[in-house]
């Protein structure tokens, strides 16, 4: 926001180049969210899919290619209907989020006037008094028909999935495509993304972190440079907690999803039994906006005989339930593209159910699994609408409190405790690549 804002130097370039007196984008509005959004969620499309085109066998693609189609066309033709699970469990899930998506309409919408679902649910339960938890239901109903349509639309058109079985037997490989001269294209594209979405960004929030006080891009900014900023941060103890709570609470709840989801998507996608009933209870959290599911825990928190509310055990369950239907799109995705004739070999020599899935279908789910475990250690780290309304003082995670000097204003000081967080997960991610590596689960 602070690099697309009025005083950022996005619209101080175009304002340069077209020689206008206003700014030429406004930020704080419907387009500025949709931008921002989408660019957030660039990490869950590549988690999801390049699994997916990871797992496919080429020899599909090789058929295609000898029979003179070009690469193009069988990237249309074969490439993407094949990895249309994965396609349709990202567009569900990025459609389902935009929906109950918090944080930046909060942040944005509310400064350009702009309001969607989420927001209107928070007023209807914190800004109106009392509360109007009647109209906030009423919301809460109107995305669940919407998310029961598309749940029933998906599972219609996956209805046979052995069309989108890849990963066979002895003959299963998956495919290197040579770019070619079009590799130095691709090289400068993905450069090019690299500066705009990320180290733009981090430049621009850690300039920010350097200075007392924001007034635009100037010269003069560079005078009053300090570290006066990061000594704070440091020396706040309430931060360090934070860190420490976060750390646990995201852990927590990705390991508790990860071992509910893992065998639930082999039982879906194999249509099992009860397996109906099964996906439709993990897919159920996905029609209830993080607000509303928050107010949820909180009212049942507080009624129990025993104290849980405003710990971390109660954040790891809320989260839990809410990200299950994330770690299950992940899963199911995987389990959809292993054929069924590895099973059946394995049942002929002799082993039985459990034996099959512990030896045969949980190693080659594994990589989405440990991908699925990431992305909600990821969304639990940066949640903001659950753990505002479950968190106490003994247990504030780093998203609440970063929120918390937005809404006071202290936006140097949130630039810095923005940058230590930002330096610390980025190590995290890079340790737990290597170690994906040394174990032999490819990312």
Request: charged residues 10%; hydrophobic residues 55%; contains cysteine.
């Amino acid at each position: 926001m602070l690099v697309l804002g009025k005083s950022g130097p996005v619209n101080a370039i175009l304002m340069m180049m077209t020689g206008a007196a206003q700014p030429a984008f406004d930020v704080y509005s419907m387009k500025g969210m949709i931008l921002i959004e989408g660019m957030l969620w660039m990490p869950l499309a590549f988690l999801l899919l390049c699994n997916v085109f990871r797992n496919m066998d080429g020899s599909f693609e090789d058929a295609a290619l000898m029979s003179g189609a070009s690469i193009f066309q069988t990237l249309v033709r074969v490439t993407l209907p094949l990895a249309l699970p994965g396609l349709l469990a990202l567009f569900l899930l990025i459609f389902i989020r935009a929906f109950e998506a918090f944080d930046i309409p909060a942040i944005i919408g509310s400064v350009g006037d702009v309001t969607v679902l989420s927001t209107q649910i928070f007023a209807s339960i914190r800004k109106e008094l009392p509360s109007n938890f009647g109209q906030a239901g009423a919301f809460a109903m109107t995305l669940m028909s919407i998310v029961i349509l598309l749940l029933w639309l998906q599972r219609h058109i996956l209805a046979k999935g052995e069309r989108f079985q890849t990963v066979t037997g002895k003959g299963y490989r998956p495919r290197v495509i040579q770019l070619g001269a079009w590799r130095h294209v691709f090289g400068a594209t993905l450069i090019l993304l690299m500066i705009v979405l990320l180290a733009v960004p981090l430049g621009m929030i850690m300039l920010i972190s350097l200075v007392p006080f924001y007034d635009g891009m100037n010269v003069t900014m560079l005078s009053r440079m300090s570290f006066a900023n990061y000594d704070l941060a440091f020396a706040n103890p309430y931060f360090r907690t934070a860190v420490l709570n976060t750390l646990i609470y995201g852990f927590g709840a990705a390991t508790m999803v990860a071992l509910l989801t893992t065998g639930s998507a082999w039982l879906s996608a194999r249509r099992m039994r009860g397996s109906f009933i099964l996906e439709q209870l993990t897919s159920v959290p996905l029609a209830f906006p993080a607000i509303v599911l928050g107010v949820a825990f909180m009212q049942t928190f507080l009624n129990m005989p025993f104290m849980i509310y405003g710990t971390l055990a109660s954040l790891i369950i809320a989260a839990t339930m809410q990200y299950l239907p994330y770690g299950m799109r992940f899963s199911h995705a995987a389990a959809m593209q292993i054929h069924l004739e590895l099973e059946e070999a394995a049942a002929g020599a002799g082993a039985n159910r459990f034996q099959i899935f512990r030896k045969i279908v949980l190693p080659l789910l594994l990589p989405s699994v440990f991908m699925s475990w990431l992305f909600v250690v990821l969304l639990c780290v940066r949640g903001v609408a659950l753990p505002i309304l479950l968190a106490s003082p003994n247990s504030q995670v780093v998203s609440v409190m970063l929120y918390d000097l937005w809404v006071n204003g202290q936006v140097n000081e949130l630039a810095a405790f923005g940058v230590i967080w930002s330096s610390m997960m980025i190590g995290v991610g890079i340790c737990l690549y290597l170690l994906s590596r040394k174990s032999g689960v490819s990312l």
